[in-house]
């Protein structure tokens, strides 16, 4: 299935002639199918014509652009299969796109499975073509210490022409974890400060009063991100303050955050929101974020509550001590340390002065460092690079 998707309006000069772009990524929530989505609708912004192949429609995709176009993977259940072949049905898709429609570039959100696909695709092609490798995170914090992916992923960042990391931790941990030699180049993940949609008054319609403070929470609920202490944190403010929590999103957790939930006698004041497309509207609504994770590549959550004026409190592990200043845009925590985190919230929320500072410097900070144009031009130098080669 091939699909037009929006009209492009340019918002810089390009720094490379027009090409076409292969974008392969997961289209569901999650920090890399947004960066890999947005990177792709600026792109095409730049007159680049993209196509993203995946699965599904990317969710942010929500408007038709007559430069980007849609091929669906479609993965047949054959007996002879345990599993549905993805992977297969994936690299096929790609080899077929690069011949079709004549690609420049393959940009692979993910060194597993994505990355592999696409070296396996180009191998399968009639046409050269380059493949950008960006990794996320997932692919070598956690899959990276199997044994079982190891050599795969280092055949991938090795095949790959170029490799980006969206942190210097992340980067660090890559050159750590693999035996490769290949350089890796930070690209942080990115922001763009004109939200596309908005909706109504939404504090009002989730019954939050005037004077409540509102934290927020927005992750896929893992273990990893560690929900639990979003809550025991928001139990100590709470009881200091009257306040709400949204927690937004959804996952294998969500179960035992309900319950926690309610030991804490915490249902009336925690909104469970569920998987959200658009989070600009809740962001604008919250006084603080919460991203408590042990683990954390980058924390692109954080980049769109910033953008928003929302100062946010982070742990010191993977990419967030990256994103946030401590004590300047927000504050920095060891991991579970609930004691401190709630401190520090109540000292931000019952402290206007120093809430309106940190949310000045957050806004300016991010759109200073983070903004779209400027890293996607980032990633245009480098397919720029790579052709050259």
């Known amino acids: 299935m091939v699909g037009l998707i929006g009209v492009p309006s340019k918002i810089s000069e390009c720094v490379m002639m027009t090409r076409k772009i292969g974008i392969v990524c997961y289209p569901t929530v999650g920090g890399s199918g947004v960066v890999a989505t947005e990177l792709g609708i600026q792109l095409a912004e730049q007159n680049h014509e993209v196509h993203f192949i995946s699965t599904t429609m990317p969710f942010r995709l929500k408007k038709l652009y007559p430069n980007i176009y849609f091929h669906e993977v479609e993965v047949s259940n054959y007996p002879v299969f345990k599993h549905p072949p993805y992977d297969l049905s994936l690299a096929s ?142 139990k100590t403010v709470h009881d200091q303050m009257d306040s709400k929590l949204l927690l937004v999103g959804d996952g294998p957790e969500h179960l035992k955050i309900r319950n926690l939930v309610d030991e804490l006698g915490l249902s009336e004041s925690v909104i469970f929101l569920g998987r959200q497309d658009n989070v600009h509207d809740l962001l604008t609504i919250s006084d603080l974020k919460l991203l408590l994770s042990e683990k954390e590549s980058f924390g692109l959550v954080l980049l769109e509550a910033m953008v928003s004026g929302v100062p946010c409190i982070g742990t010191d592990i993977g990419g967030i001590p990256e994103v946030i200043i401590d004590n300047e845009t927000g504050f920095i925590s060891q991991v579970s340390d609930i004691d401190d985190i709630a401190q520090k919230s109540i ?37 720029q690079n790579v052709l050259k080669n």
């Open 93 to 234: 898709k790609i080899a077929e796109v690069i011949d079709r429609e004549e690609l420049d570039i393959i940009h692979a959100h993910y060194a597993v499975p994505h990355a592999i696909c696409s070296i396996f695709a180009k191998q399968m092609a009639n046409r050269d073509v380059k493949i950008v490798t960006t990794l996320h995170g997932t692919d070598i914090t956690i899959l990276g210490i199997d044994d079982n992916f190891n050599h795969m992923i280092s055949y991938a960042i090795d095949q790959s022409d170029q490799v980006t990391a969206v942190s210097n931790s992340l980067r660090k941990q890559t050159e750590n974890a693999f035996n490769i030699t290949k350089p890796i180049e930070v690209i942080y993940n990115f922001i763009d400060p004109e939200p596309r949609y908005t909706q109504g008054n939404l504090r009002s319609q989730l019954g939050i009063q005037e004077h409540e403070k509102v934290l927020i929470h927005i992750s896929n609920f893992r273990q990893v991100k560690r929900v639990d202490d979003v809550v025991k944190v928001f």
């Open 347 to 383: 000292t931000l929320l019952t402290d206007d002065e120093k809430w309106n500072e940190f949310s000045i410097k957050a806004k300016k900070y991010a759109i200073k460092h983070f903004s779209a144009e400027q890293i996607v031009k980032q990633y245009e130098n480098i397919y």
